[in-house]
């Protein structure tokens, strides 16, 4: 019995502790004295003495026994638990007295069973470490030939590594280490040989049934006609090659089996090979259609013999169809090795020749419809240019002879149509200076003819949309066509709105042209944003509508003084939605409501003039330019002759100025730009240009006193004047935004 610790304090404690007093009473005995003593037999008392000792001896031998049992139960109970209870690594590195210590059960640790039984489970645990780690590094690799060669690859593996766990390992009971690794090794190779078998046989299985389909593949492929030798030696070989590939598993031989009849059956679409195959002889004196039911390809067979026909058909009709005439086609049908291919193509002839003739009646019939269309293109070339000539020249019959249109359906007559006319106004706008007047007329003459305005239109939508959409931090230079957009809004504000219905692109473009690229790319995302734009519009409704009610704007008679306007009237119109365009550019910027407005105010009274009520574009007034006419000028002369034919109006209805209404539309149906005065009398318009025009007659006086500002008498001026209060604080306004804005710049509008 193990000397502990333990043992000896229990020991001690009971030979110190005091025992029963009725115990000890109980064990003196009276001796019998007298008569009654006897000697006794000496030898009969070391027989019982001897008697006693083995008596005693078995007694602890018993005790020995009962306690190595106790304590290899308790081993066997507890330490599994508490081994199992660690990490991998502290039960490999752990000393065993340690992790026995870790259990708080006393006397554990001295337990011979319970070290040793620590060691035995480390061994099988680095055993089933290197079986694992083995699992791995053979999935990496081919799959060895032999099972030998697997077995002693394993045990190459097992001895390169053991010694690796084992170094770090403080082993208490070496054969119990031995006992638990090497035990675990026997059954961990029977293991390794298990999966080699396993995965052997599935790669045999798998080259077995590769072979098969491989043969069969190779020798059915696009195959459709078969001699008898070629099918009966196809069936034999197809038999030998089942018979030496037999599979143990019934299952896999039947996938193998119906892999082969469906390529067959696909491949060939011969039902007769099929049924040759049922009766061949594998796997000894069997028949293969003893394993598999060879009639239920029949279908498969028959379908696939079809798709070939058809598509055999479709190749040659293909074939057939190339020729391009009788000799091309004969050459293709008897070029056909194959008789039942020659045969096919033959049906075709008749219908290929109907064919050829077809399409040679098309490409004539095509020939002469192109020469008769390039000849209407050019007669329509001349005539749309002959045309645009006409119309900005203020003529009403063209070179050719043919009366100026009125609307686009009247230009298809002539073989124009409206890709034509964009192209033209395209090229007709690149090759005009906005800055001369006359070309400025004859593009007003032109865009807002009524058979042109829609083609016009389309032109600087397209040229403003590709121009902004090109704009960005990197590119900020404009494209040509851009900056035709530009030049002419700082030309003719009025104009380029009136042709770009957008408010979106109107406002990009005014944007670049009025405060530059780097302004409009801050704004951009606003002004493409719909949601974004409504809420501006919603921020700015009510600001924008006093802002328009409240303004005054340059009077035509001075170019000084300022007077208010009816905003409410039609001819106004174009006047709010540019305003409305400006205060959402401003606010878009950042500028509060307020300052938005003053800008939008101070923009708009650099572009306008008014004239009894109406706004009038100064670009409108520039037309009078006759070649160095100043701004001022071109004011005067365009106001003397307006103001003379209001004045006239006056004088033959007999009404006051003030009950006139003088409106100014761009674009009138006879595609002229008019001014009207209307009152309960009538109403009277006037043309800006043409033999009646303001601006002719206008250029005319001017070029009569060479240049001369006309200086209209107090008597004739007509125009109305607001309270001087609202004219100075306008004044004002506009000479403290002009420094704050723009610089002192100023643009022609």
Same mark, same amino acid.
């Given at each position: 019995?193990?000397?502990?610790?333990?043992?000896?304090?229990?020991?001690? =404690?009971?030979?110190?502790?005091?025992?029963?007093?009725?115990?000890?009473?109980?064990?003196?005995?009276?001796?019998?004295?007298?008569?009654?003593?006897?000697?006794?037999?000496?030898?009969?008392?070391?027989?019982?003495?001897?008697?006693?000792?083995?008596?005693?001896?078995?007694?602890?031998?018993?005790?020995?026994?009962?306690?190595?049992?106790?304590?290899?139960?308790?081993?066997?109970?507890?330490?599994?638990?508490?081994?199992?209870?660690?990490?991998?690594?502290?039960?490999?590195?752990?000393?065993?007295? =340690?992790?026995?210590?870790?259990?708080?059960?006393?006397?554990?640790?001295?337990?011979?069973?319970?070290?040793?039984?620590?060691?035995?489970?480390?061994?099988?645990?680095?055993?089933?470490?290197?079986?694992?780690?083995?699992?791995?590094?053979?999935?990496?690799?081919?799959?060895?030939?032999?099972?030998?060669?697997?077995?002693?690859?394993?045990?190459?593996?097992?001895?390169?590594?053991?010694?690796?766990?084992?170094?770090?390992?403080?082993?208490?009971?070496?054969?119990?280490?031995?006992?638990?690794?090497?035990?675990?090794?026997?059954?961990?190779?029977?293991?390794?040989?298990?999966?080699?078998?396993?995965?052997?046989?599935?790669?045999?299985?798998?080259?077995?049934?590769?072979?098969?389909?491989?043969?069969?593949?190779?020798?059915?492929?696009?195959?459709?006609?078969?001699?008898?030798?070629?099918?009966?030696?196809?069936?034999?070989?197809?038999?030998?090659?089942?018979?030496?590939?037999?599979?143990?598993?019934?299952?896999?031989?039947?996938?193998?089996?119906?892999?082969?009849?469906?390529?067959?059956?696909?491949?060939?679409?011969?039902?007769?090979?099929?049924?040759?195959?049922?009766?061949?002889?594998?796997?000894?004196?069997?028949?293969?259609?003893?394993?598999?039911?060879?009639?239920?390809?029949?279908?498969?067979?028959?379908?696939?013999?079809?798709?070939?026909?058809?598509?055999?058909?479709?190749?040659?009709?293909?074939?057939?169809?190339?020729?391009? &005439?009788?000799?091309?086609?004969?050459?293709?049908?008897?070029?056909?090795?194959?008789?039942?291919?020659?045969?096919?193509?033959?049906?075709?002839?008749?219908?290929?020749?109907?064919?050829?003739?077809?399409?040679?009646?098309?490409?004539?019939?095509?020939?002469?419809?192109?020469?008769?269309?390039?000849?209407?293109?050019?007669?329509?070339?001349?005539?749309?240019?002959?045309?645009?000539?006409?119309?900005?020249?203020?003529?009403?019959?063209?070179?050719?002879?043919?009366?100026?249109?009125?609307?686009?359906?009247?230009?298809?007559?002539?073989?124009?149509?409206?890709?034509?006319?964009?192209?033209?106004?395209?090229?007709?706008?690149?090759?005009?200076?906005?800055?001369?007047?006359?070309?400025?007329?004859?593009?007003?003459?032109?865009?807002?003819?009524?058979?042109?305005?829609?083609?016009?239109?389309?032109?600087?939508?397209?040229?403003?949309?590709?121009?902004?959409?090109?704009?960005?931090?990197?590119?900020?230079?404009?494209?040509?066509?851009?900056?035709?957009?530009?030049?002419?809004?700082?030309? *003719?504000?009025?104009?380029?709105?009136?042709?770009? *219905?957008?408010?979106?692109?109107?406002?990009?473009?005014?944007?670049?042209?009025?405060?530059?690229?780097?302004?409009?790319?801050?704004?951009?995302?606003?002004?493409?944003?719909?949601?974004?734009?409504?809420?501006?519009?919603?921020?700015?409704?009510?600001?924008?509508?006093?802002?328009?009610?409240?303004?005054?704007?340059?009077?035509?008679?001075?170019?000084?003084?300022?007077?208010?306007?009816?905003?409410?009237?039609?001819?106004?119109?174009?006047?709010?939605?540019?305003?409305?365009?400006?205060?959402?550019?401003?606010? =878009?910027?950042?500028?509060?409501?307020?300052?938005?407005?003053?800008?939008?105010?101070?923009?708009?009274?650099?572009?306008?003039?008014?004239?009894?009520?109406?706004?009038?574009?100064?670009?409108?007034?520039?037309?009078?330019?006759?070649?160095?006419?100043?701004?001022?000028?071109?004011?005067?002369?365009?106001?003397?002759?307006?103001?003379?034919?209001?004045?006239?109006?006056?004088?033959?209805?007999?009404?006051?100025?003030?009950?006139?209404?003088?409106?100014?539309?761009?674009?009138?149906?006879?595609?002229?730009?008019?001014?009207?005065?209307?009152?309960?009398?009538?109403?009277?318009?006037?043309?800006?240009?043409?033999?009646?025009?303001?601006?002719?007659?206008?250029?005319?006086?001017?070029?009569?006193?060479?240049?001369?500002?006309?200086?209209?008498?107090?008597?004739?001026?007509?125009?109305?004047?607001?309270?001087?209060?609202?004219? &100075?604080?306008?004044?004002?306004?506009?000479?403290?935004?002009?420094?704050?804005?723009?610089?002192?710049?100023?643009?022609?509008?």
């Amino acid at each position: 019995m193990a000397n502990t610790n333990t043992s000896n304090a229990v020991g001690t =404690a009971r030979q110190f502790t005091p025992q029963p007093q009725s115990t000890y009473q109980r064990q003196l005995i009276t001796p019998r004295l007298g008569n009654t003593i006897r000697s006794r037999d000496v030898q009969s008392a070391g027989a019982q003495l001897a008697e006693s000792l083995g008596v005693l001896q078995n007694a602890v031998e018993k005790y020995r026994q009962d306690y190595d049992t106790r304590q290899k139960d308790i081993a066997d109970k507890v330490v599994p638990i508490l081994y199992g209870k660690e990490d991998h690594d502290t039960r490999l590195t752990v000393d065993s007295v =340690a992790l026995l210590n870790k259990a708080g059960i006393g006397g554990l640790q001295d337990n011979p069973y319970a070290l040793a039984l620590i060691d035995q489970l480390r061994g099988q645990e680095v055993s089933s470490e290197i079986h694992k780690r083995y699992d791995a590094y053979a999935s990496q690799e081919r799959l060895k030939g032999t099972l030998e060669d697997e077995i002693k690859s394993y045990d190459d593996f097992y001895n390169e590594h053991v010694q690796d766990y084992l170094s770090n390992l403080n082993v208490n009971n070496k054969y119990a280490m031995d006992n638990g690794l090497y035990e675990s090794r026997v059954v961990n190779t029977g293991k390794v040989a298990s999966k080699f078998i396993t995965e052997k046989e599935e790669e045999m299985s798998i080259n077995r049934s590769e072979a098969i389909s491989s043969f069969v593949s190779e020798n059915t492929r696009n195959r459709w006609k078969w001699s008898e030798d070629e099918e009966n030696s196809f069936v034999s070989q197809v038999g030998n090659l089942l018979t030496t590939t037999q599979e143990r598993d019934p299952t896999k031989n039947y996938q193998i089996l119906d892999n082969m009849m469906k390529t067959i059956a696909t491949n060939t679409g011969n039902y007769n090979i099929l049924s040759k195959l049922k009766e061949a002889v594998v796997y000894g004196n069997q028949r293969l259609g003893d394993f598999i039911d060879i009639d239920k390809y029949k279908d498969l067979a028959n379908e696939s013999n079809k798709a070939h026909w058809m598509q055999r058909t479709r190749d040659i009709y293909d074939k057939v169809s190339t020729a391009k &005439d009788k000799r091309s086609l004969y050459e293709i049908v008897d070029g056909f090795d194959d008789d039942e291919d020659r045969q096919i193509a033959s049906g075709f002839v008749s219908g290929q020749l109907s064919s050829i003739e077809a399409e040679d009646r098309q490409r004539r019939a095509i020939e002469l419809a192109s020469a008769k269309a390039m000849a209407k293109a050019a007669v329509g070339n001349i005539n749309l240019k002959a045309q645009l000539s006409a119309i900005m020249n203020g003529q009403t019959t063209d070179a050719m002879g043919n009366g100026v249109v009125t609307t686009a359906s009247q230009l298809k007559s002539l073989g124009i149509d409206e890709n034509d006319m964009i192209l033209a106004i395209d090229s007709t706008i690149e090759s005009l200076n906005f800055d001369d007047p006359n070309a400025m007329s004859q593009l007003m003459r032109l865009s807002y003819h009524p058979a042109y305005k829609g083609a016009f239109s389309k032109v600087l939508q397209y040229d403003a949309t590709a121009g902004l959409n090109s704009l960005t931090i990197d590119n900020q230079e404009l494209t040509p066509s851009l900056k035709r957009c530009v030049d002419l809004y700082l030309r *003719s504000p009025s104009l380029f709105n009136d042709m770009v *219905s957008d408010s979106s692109l109107q406002a990009g473009v005014m944007c670049v042209a009025t405060q530059g690229v780097p302004t409009y790319l801050q704004v951009k995302d606003v002004l493409g944003d719909k949601s974004k734009l409504e809420q501006i519009d919603k921020d700015m409704k009510d600001a924008v509508q006093d802002g328009v009610s409240g303004m005054s704007l340059p009077s035509l008679a001075d170019g000084s003084s300022y007077e208010g306007f009816s905003y409410t009237e039609p001819n106004s119109l174009a006047f709010n939605d540019t305003y409305k365009n400006y205060a959402r550019i401003y606010r =878009a910027e950042g500028f509060s409501v307020d300052e938005a407005i003053r800008q939008t105010n101070y923009r708009l009274s650099s572009e306008y003039y008014a004239f009894n009520g109406c706004p009038i574009p100064k670009s409108v007034a520039r037309l009078c330019d006759i070649g160095g006419t100043d701004e001022d000028t071109c004011r005067s002369a365009f106001y003397w002759v307006l103001g003379s034919k209001l004045k006239n109006y006056c004088e033959s209805a007999g009404v006051d100025s003030s009950v006139v209404t003088v409106s100014y539309r761009s674009n009138n149906a006879n595609g002229q730009s008019i001014v009207s005065f209307s009152s309960s009398a009538g109403i009277v318009s006037y043309p800006l240009m043409g033999d009646n025009g303001i601006i002719t007659e206008a250029r005319a006086n001017l070029e009569q006193s060479g240049n001369q500002t006309y200086e209209i008498p107090a008597s004739e001026k007509l125009a109305k004047e607001e309270d001087n209060t609202a004219r &100075d604080n306008a004044i004002q306004t506009k000479e403290d935004e002009r420094s704050y804005v723009y610089g002192g710049n100023h643009f022609w509008m």
